[in-house]
């Protein structure tokens, strides 16, 4: 069965505090892996798609890598607006249906 | 554009009452899906739709039923409500092509039965 496990379940950074956020999955014939942001009360807001193991995605003080097995997501110097919700999600096998962990919660204090 | 639409933002429900979750999108994609999400359990998909006039069932489909009324808009029903479905429920759209899997989500709507 596929399964996604993200961990830890929540993070306490100081700000400018770097840290990182592990994905890992059994998912048979791995063809992605997408990462997304949720705010309270917000819907899911799409970041990276990362394709095959070895690439790297950046948007600011994100950065988001993966291997075969799991994926991380890096956060350097995060700021207060970095605190969210961290959920990956790599698409089932013969399927573009997406398999969501439960998500990394992170806050960032000033 | 407004990328993912869905109607009503919240809602309370009396059990046994029905109700239909209306979502849009303006993307021009292919694929729509519905889903609920409850603390602890992350987002688990209801139903799914690949193109106009094709829907099938997800994780947890027992409860509701969907229509794909043409490519913009999947509208999801509760036909007899239970305190069960209470959950936030969010709708999302793709490609639905290998270059084009990742989703895009609604505001989503914050239902209560009680």
């Known amino acids: 069965e596929d399964q996604v496990t993200q961990s830890p379940e929540a993070l306490r950074l100081q700000e400018g505090e770097s840290s990182s956020l592990n994905c890992s999955y059994t998912?048979?014939?791995?063809?992605?892996l997408f990462w997304y942001r949720q705010d309270p009360g917000k819907g899911p807001e799409f970041l990276f798609t990362?394709?095959?193991a070895g690439e790297e995605k950046e948007k600011e003080r994100l950065k988001a890598t993966l291997t075969k097995k799991e994926s991380f997501l890096h956060i350097t110097a995060p700021k207060p607006e970095d605190s969210a919700t961290y959920l990956c999600?790599?698409?089932?096998?013969?399927?573009?249906?997406?398999?969501f962990g439960t998500g990394t919660r992170l806050q960032v204090f000033p | 554009n407004a990328g993912v639409t869905q109607t009503p933002k919240f809602q309370v429900l009396k059990t046994g009452q029905s109700m239909t979750l209306q979502c849009a999108q303006d993307?021009?994609?292919?694929?729509m899906y519905w889903y609920r999400q409850d603390p602890g359990m992350g987002l688990r998909l209801i139903y799914y739709s690949a193109s106009e006039g094709t829907t099938d069932k997800g994780e947890v489909p027992n409860g509701y039923n969907v229509s794909r009324l043409n490519k913009r808009e999947f509208s999801l029903r509760l036909e007899s409500a239970a305190p069960s479905q209470t959950s936030v429920y969010f709708c999302?759209?793709?490609?639905?092509?290998?270059?084009?899997?990742?989703?895009?989500f609604g505001p989503g709507t914050r239902l209560t039965v009680t």
């Open positions: 990362l394709y095959s």
């Open positions: 999302a759209s793709s490609g639905g092509t290998v270059e084009t899997y990742e989703q895009y």
């Open positions: 998912v048979s014939g791995l063809r992605g």
């Open positions: 993307m021009n994609h292919n694929s």
């Open positions: 999600a790599p698409p089932g096998l013969k399927t573009d249906k997406l398999i």
